[in-house]
């Protein structure tokens, strides 16, 4: 097969039989975005062939003068056997619009009274100290022995059954014993229980200057794995306190932007195992930067709790996720066995136990099922609560301590920024608040880190559409008024856009489609809210209050989720915004046995309702595609 390069890198690779131009630059080490999971349909792989021969698909997204100039989808061109390919690669997916603002995922978003209580704090990984019996000649007993049958008399003395458990040694360790076991006579072991056995997780000489700061200070991780970001807290074990936060983006987003096209992207096995390698080599990195924030040894981290969708559990292990997206919509795990780290790939001390959140179904996972242990939801209250989670999918349950019902409906990612023709996270330079002039329909903006504007985030889409509602400049449609003059609207043929920032350099402008992005968007996830009540004979007004979770949350105004369609006018007054609560959870689930009980418990009494299946949800979801809906009573 030819070689084929790639510019401007200049890496040259030997291509493969009927490969694609896109396999071709993921095999050769090179980022290539693909937000739709590589269907051809949303034209961000275009590459320029300079030169050979390729076999390409013909794709209306691509004009006959690009096609003339080379232009092709690396997704949907082969690679022919002919002569040597150049290709020019044109997106940068690695660069990415901003950093994270100063606002970290630093505090525990709970409220006070629902934290552990006094004697409950402690996590899965235990510590004792064994003294192992000294070896004699001809009693028969191997190092192994005398080790387990010391540690085997020491769980049993402190267990509340007096129940003997029994005694699995990783062989990592295994091999290290024999030193051990002769630098000191009393032992310090770390453990954990699970189904009946004690698994050994480490083993240092007591006594002994460790090298293992992270062991000392008894460090563990909890870890929210969102579809687009990735927030992981380090948390001293005695006391829940948060020592480090970080959060950063997703590394699968080059593969698609919402978990469906990253389940169509996953269907081949390389691809399965690519996404798994980049989670995972966004996991070690956190890891490594918090590591060295507070001076530890990452190896010395013996526990560690994952928040994450269904979806993203399933990439994580490396589990074909297909079957969540195809009828009967049912995923290969929802309660996942405790996993050593080392079996995950994830660089801490590799027998650490790993636990993972459990999910609900295939579309609401275990992210919810920690979110809740933030909420009333979880514990003994007649309230009954709506919980809500906003990001590129939007999860939502409904309760109180009789009851649990869940859905979830794909609101895309217009909320994170995804899908919008200049859209970016809530990041450093994104546009996150809009005002119109109702006069000359003119712009003023504030931009997140007060720099120059680079695009523009979810909230400040919400901002901007609600402005426009206000100022008269856009209609129920969500059309742009092309009959007053305004020097923001810009009409090309039937499409007309919105220009924020007119300026060379900073320009951010809006189109009527990436409008009805955001109309699309808040019309399924309110569709879902009515919908849920209505399966259980509720509305709006019987709810105590509605919990917003998410970090899309952080900068969206009330008034103007009111005016856009997104929240009742009846919820006005009883929203509250909790942020990232799957990495809070995650910290409870870490430190507290109370709380890892009361999450298995909470996710087996929530009931799962397919909106796929409802005949309902499109009728709903038709009605809300308006601004604010057909029936306004209920926003204004």
């Known amino acids: 097969m030819p070689p084929i390069t790639f510019l401007p890198s200049g890496v040259v690779i030997e291509s493969q039989k009927g490969e694609t131009i896109l396999d071709a630059a993921r095999r050769a080490g090179l980022s290539v975005e693909v937000p739709c999971g590589g269907r051809g349909i949303c034209k961000k792989c275009v590459v320029q062939v300079l030169s050979g021969d390729i076999i390409r698909e013909d794709n209306p997204l691509l004009s006959k003068s690009m096609l003339d100039d080379g232009y092709a989808m690396a997704c949907k061109t082969l690679i022919s056997d002919g002569s040597a390919v150049r290709v020019r690669l044109l997106s940068d997916v690695e660069s990415e619009h901003g950093a994270f603002s100063e606002q970290s995922e630093d505090m525990l978003l709970v409220d006070p009274e629902l934290l552990p209580k006094a004697g409950e704090m402690a996590p899965m990984t235990q510590m004792t100290a064994v003294r192992p019996a000294l070896p004699v000649s001809g009693d028969g007993l191997s190092d192994y022995d005398r080790f387990a049958s010391a540690l085997a008399d020491a769980l049993q003395a402190v267990s509340t059954d007096g129940a003997a458990l029994a005694i699995h040694l990783p062989l990592r360790l295994l091999r290290a014993l024999p030193l051990i076991i002769r630098q000191s006579e009393t032992l310090r072991v770390a453990y954990f229980v699970d189904d009946g056995q004690a698994s050994v997780v480490d083993i240092q000489p007591l006594g002994s200057t460790l090298s293992n700061s992270a062991a000392e200070l008894r460090v563990g991780v909890a870890l929210d794995i969102g579809t687009t970001t990735v927030a992981m807290q380090l948390v001293e074990l005695s006391t829940g306190a948060i020592l480090a936060s970080k959060t950063d983006y997703n590394g699968q987003i080059a593969c698609g932007l919402d978990v469906i096209s990253r389940i169509n992207y996953a269907q081949k096995p390389d691809r399965l195992e690519e996404l798994r390698v980049k989670i995972l080599k966004t996991i070690n990195g956190l890891l490594d930067d918090l590591s060295e924030e507070v001076s530890i040894d990452p190896a010395g981290i013996y526990d560690m709790t994952v928040a994450a969708n269904t979806t993203m559990v399933h990439l994580l292990l490396g589990i074909p996720p297909e079957n969540i997206r195809l009828d009967p919509y049912v995923p290969s795990v929802n309660y996942v066995p405790i996993y050593r780290a080392g079996e995950l790939g994830i660089e801490i001390c590799p027998d650490a136990p790993v636990l993972i959140a459990p999910s609900v179904g295939s579309y609401v996972g275990g992210d919810i099922s920690t979110g809740l242990l933030c909420t009333q939801l979880a514990y003994d209250s007649e309230d009954i609560f709506l919980f809500l989670d906003i990001g590129t999918n939007g999860e939502l349950i409904l309760g109180n301590n009789e009851f649990l019902l869940g859905c979830a409906c794909s609101a895309g990612p217009a ?52 402005s426009l509602m206000r100022s008269g400049w856009i209609d129920s449609a969500g059309q742009l008024d092309r009959e007053r003059e305004c020097a923001a609207i810009e009409v090309a043929g039937r499409q007309a856009s919105y220009i924020i920032e007119p300026n ?48 899309f949350g952080r900068y969206l105004d009330i008034d103007d989720a009111t005016m856009i369609g997104l929240i009742p006018k009846a919820m006005h007054d009883k929203v509250r915004f909790q942020g990232n609560t799957s990495v809070s959870g995650a910290n409870l689930a870490l430190v507290s046995e109370h709380h890892r009980k009361l999450l298995d418990q909470t996710a087996k009494r929530i009931t799962y309702i397919d909106l796929s299946t409802d005949l309902g949800y499109m009728d709903q979801y038709s009605a809300a595609l308006f601004l604010p809906h057909t029936e306004e009573s209920l926003f204004k």
Do not use: W
Request: aromatic share 4%.
């Open 504 to 551: 060379e350099g900073m320009r951010v402008a809006v189109s009527e489609n990436d409008i009805q992005n955001i109309v699309r968007a808040k019309a399924a996830i309110f569709s879902a809210c009515l919908l849920l009540l209505q399966n259980v004979g509720l509305s709006f007004d019987d709810l105590s209050g509605m919990v917003i979770a998410g970090g």
């Open 415 to 466: 909320f994170e920024g995804g899908g919008i023709t200049q859209g970016m996270r809530a990041s450093m330079g994104a546009i996150e608040r809009v005002a119109i002039d109702a006069v000359t329909g003119l712009a003023t903006y504030s931009v997140i880190g007060g720099h120059a504007p680079k695009g523009i985030c979810g909230s400040g889409m919400i901002s901007l559409v609600a």
